[in-house]
């Protein structure tokens, strides 16, 4: 008489607010976006793994939160994985000797846009600062959060700033899910992301950024 197999318990349950595959796809058969985000560089990239731990949790639950990255992992490598995963976007952070970089890269073909990171403070940081801080609630990350984007339209109103101000919040836009009012629950709205674009003055669009 053989030896019964043991049993393998399945997973029987989603979180809530996610499609039952799991994520690939939206209503209407659209592709939710997904991301991976993580550090580039070895001598100054130690410095970012907060803001890259901080990212993550903006991102998600559409993004890989327990992303391992080796050192001897290319950015091929990441574009090679992205392509089987579903990944739509790369989040890659980096640093020099002088300033630090956020670059947002399209998988596969692009494009990209490349911030420069003026300053930034971790949500460690921030709890520190509150008397009374109060951490985020109980299911806050089974959904993804609501984009808010303020001063792309008005910014830029001709020539070449116009062009790039409509790449860069079309990029953004890109990297959370539609929201269909008809079918959202207000449960649901836990997080908020604001991205604010401080105009320059100039007519190129050039200008400061706050999330």
Same mark, same amino acid.
């Given at each position: 008489m053989g030896k019964p197999q043991r049993r393998r318990k399945r997973r029987t349950h989603l979180p809530e607010g996610m499609p039952r595959d799991g994520g690939a796809s939206g209503s209407g058969g659209l592709a939710l976006p997904k991301s991976f985000v993580f550090r580039r560089g070895k001598k100054h990239a130690r410095a970012l793994k907060a803001l890259e731990g901080d990212l993550r949790s903006v991102m998600?639950? !559409?993004?890989? @939160? %327990?992303? /391992?990255? %080796? %050192?001897?992992?290319? +950015? /091929?490598?990441? $574009?090679? $994985?992205?392509?089987?995963?579903?990944? #739509?976007? +790369?989040?890659? +952070?980096?640093?020099? @000797?002088?300033?630090?970089?956020?670059? $947002?890269? /399209?998988?596969?073909?692009?494009?990209? $846009?490349?911030? %420069?990171?003026?300053?930034? #403070?971790?949500?460690? @940081? +921030?709890?520190?600062? !509150?008397?009374?801080?109060?951490? #985020?609630? !109980?299911?806050?990350?089974?959904?993804?959060?609501?984009?808010? !984007?303020?001063?792309?339209?008005?910014?830029?109103?001709?020539? @070449?700033?116009a062009k790039h101000l409509k790449l860069c919040a079309s990029m953004l836009q890109g990297m959370f899910p539609t929201m269909e009012v008809g079918r959202m629950k207000i449960s649901e709205c836990q997080r908020v992301v604001l991205i604010h674009h401080c105009s320059g003055g100039g007519s190129d669009g050039d200008g400061d950024g706050v999330i």
């Open positions: 998600r639950p !559409l993004t890989a @939160d %327990k992303l /391992k990255v %080796k %050192k001897n992992n290319t +950015l /091929k490598d990441f $574009v090679n $994985v992205a392509g089987p995963l579903g990944v #739509s976007h +790369l989040l890659m +952070l980096s640093a020099t @000797d002088r300033c630090q970089y956020l670059c $947002v890269s /399209k998988s596969p073909r692009g494009p990209s $846009v490349t911030f %420069k990171v003026n300053k930034w #403070s971790s949500m460690g @940081d +921030l709890a520190k600062c !509150l008397e009374h801080y109060r951490g #985020s609630a !109980l299911g806050a990350y089974r959904t993804p959060p609501l984009l808010v !984007l303020s001063g792309f339209s008005k910014a830029g109103a001709g020539g @070449d700033g």
